[in-house]
C-alpha cells in the first residue's frame, strides 16, 4: 500500500492535470517569456489561485500555520500586471467553504503547489533572454515559498483515514475551482493572447 501523499496525489491528478493543460498554462510554458502570454497567465493565476489563497491565509489552525499563504504576495502579483498594463481581474466566483481543521490541507496542497509550479516557470524564464524584461515580483514570491513544499507534502503524508478523506475532497474543489476560473477566463475573450 502506497503513502497517504500518493494516495492523495493520484485521487487529484486528474483535475490538476486538467488545470495543467489549459490553453492559458500550455501557451505559457511554450512561450515563457512573452508579454502576451506571461499577462494572460498571471491573470489566470489570480483568478485561480488567488482567492484560495486569500482563503487559506486567515487558517488559525497551529499545524497549518508554517504554511500559511502571505496575502502580500497578491499584491506582488497585481504590481508585475500594472507594469504589464493589465488591470488586475475580478474575481469570478468565491472559493468553495472549506473546514479548517481537516480540509485546509488540501488548499494549502493546490496554493502551494501553484507557488511550486510558479518556481518551475520562473526558472524557465530565466533562460530567455527577453525574460529579462518581464516583471518577475511574483515569481520571485513564488520562489521564496519555494522550501516550503517538501514540509507540506510530508504534513498530508502524515494525514489518515477521515482527515486524508476530507483533505483529497477539498482539493479535488480547488482544482475543479481553479479549472472552472481558467476556462471562464480563457471564455471571456479578456486574455489579450485570446
Not at 490553453?23 to 510554458?29: E, H, K, S
Not at 503547489?113 to 520571485?140: H, N, T, V, Y
Request: aromatic share 6%; net charge negative.
Amino acid at each position: 500500500m502506497g503513502s497517504a501523499l500518493e494516495s492523495f496525489r493520484d485521487a487529484t491528478k486528474a483535475v490538476h492535470s486538467d488545470v495543467e493543460h489549459t490553453a492559458t498554462m500550455a501557451r505559457m510554458m511554450s512561450a515563457p517569456a512573452d508579454r502576451t502570454a506571461y499577462a494572460d497567465y498571471l491573470k489566470a493565476i489570480a483568478l485561480a489561485i488567488g482567492p484560495l489563497s486569500l482563503d487559506a491565509s486567515k487558517v488559525c489552525l497551529a499545524d497549518a500555520a508554517p504554511f500559511r499563504p502571505n496575502p502580500e504576495d497578491w499584491m506582488a502579483l497585481e504590481d508585475d500586471l500594472c507594469e504589464l498594463g493589465v488591470a488586475l481581474p475580478r474575481t469570478f466566483a468565491p472559493p468553495p467553504i472549506v473546514r479548517p481543521e481537516d480540509e485546509i490541507w488540501g488548499r494549502l496542497y493546490v496554493v502551494h503547489g501553484a507557488g511550486a509550479g510558479l518556481a518551475m516557470l520562473d526558472a524557465l524564464i530565466k533562460k530567455q533572454p527577453s525574460g529579462a524584461a518581464l516583471p518577475k515580483r511574483f515569481l520571485a514570491t513564488a520562489r521564496e515559498r519555494r522550501p516550503q513544499w517538501p514540509a507540506l507534502c510530508q504534513a498530508i503524508d502524515q494525514l489518515e483515514g477521515e482527515r486524508l478523506r476530507l483533505a483529497t475532497l477539498a482539493a479535488q474543489k480547488d482544482f475543479a475551482y481553479a479549472l472552472d476560473a481558467i476556462l471562464a477566463f480563457e471564455a471571456s475573450g479578456t486574455g489579450q493572447g485570446a
